[in-house]
């Protein structure tokens, strides 16, 4: 008789701790909040929203021709109409078309280990060196044939030294003058620097560093890959690789919609195996880059 009772006792501890571990997962990987915001989403719109979850992918998992090493982040220039990507193996700033060609490749000295790279004006961007928590402003021009940090202006940061969890993405608000960073992981934050590239010379240089707590204890991704400024609404898209996600996050940091990488979603044939840059252009286009050096264009249709 004993025997007859062990085992349901057995199955039970053994439901019990499957449902304990199932909860402990869920809790990690932020899927409780997620359902919650897919729902909430699905029966209510948020009315501001970019409306990420209409975007439809029109190119998809074109490769990069030319490249041997992996491509780190993406941002779009709207002067020369292209978007500007890193390596950081061996580091070069690299051109791309609208397409996903390569345009042109100039090699980075001293810039250690690039990850994220934005334009911030006419000509100037900012590069991350990851592993030093470095913020690099370079110029180029159609004459520069390499580019050396050591002539560069520089800003470390080095809040929470984390090794290769460092600054993963970047983005900027031209009209507020602020440049986002994004911390990969370890712990997941973005904070907001304000006074670098510094524009104005006849002024004191000053740097203030912003963290909006609550707003990153919304953010229920399991990393940052990369950042892009929405300079129409003021809202920040964040992308996720290990939660195959782009959030879209309000001027409070409440998210309001959302964009799916993987497959069978937004139009994709195969899930994006590892989104590491995001970048949109003036009429909403967004572009995305995956690791091995994959391509991809979202539309949101105009019906």
């Known amino acids: 008789m004993r025997r007859y009772i062990r085992l349901p006792l057995i199955a039970l501890v053994v439901s019990l701790i499957a449902l304990l571990l199932l909860a402990v997962a869920g809790q990690h990987y932020r899927l409780y909040e997620r359902g919650w915001f897919n729902l909430k989403s699905w029966w209510q719109p948020a009315e501001q929203s970019m409306g990420l979850d209409q975007y439809r992918v029109v190119l998809q998992a074109k490769p990069i021709d030319g490249l041997d090493e992996d491509i780190s982040a993406l941002t779009f220039d709207p002067d020369r109409n292209s978007l500007f990507t890193v390596t950081n193996k061996q580091p070069e700033l690299i051109e791309l078309s609208l397409d996903g060609r390569i345009l042109r490749r100039v090699p980075l000295t001293g810039f250690g280990d690039p990850e994220a790279v934005e334009y911030v004006g006419p000509g100037s961007y900012v590069i991350t060196d990851e592993r030093e928590q470095r913020l690099i402003r370079v110029r180029v021009d159609d004459t520069t044939l390499f580019l050396d940090a050591n002539d560069s202006e520089q800003l470390s940061l080095g809040i929470g030294l984390n090794g290769n969890k460092g600054f993963e993405g970047l983005a ?132």
Request: aromatic share 10%.
């Open 172 to 303: 900027y608000d031209s009209k507020g003058k602020r440049l986002f960073v994004a911390k990969e992981r370890d712990p997941m934050l973005i904070y907001e620097v304000h006074g670098f590239p510094h524009d104005n010379p006849e002024q004191p240089y000053a740097v203030h560093v912003v963290q909006d707590r609550k707003r990153d204890s919304r953010l229920f991704v399991r990393d940052l890959s990369s950042l892009q400024f929405d300079e129409r609404s003021g809202h920040l898209l964040a992308l996720s690789d290990e939660s195959q996600l782009v959030l879209e996050l309000d001027t409070t940091g409440k998210p309001l919609s959302s964009l799916s990488l993987r497959k069978g979603f937004q139009g994709l044939e195969k899930s994006v195996p590892q989104a590491e840059g995001i970048a949109m252009d003036d009429a909403g286009t967004i572009y995305l880059v995956s690791e091995p050096n994959l391509f991809y264009v979202f539309k949101k249709p105009t019906d």
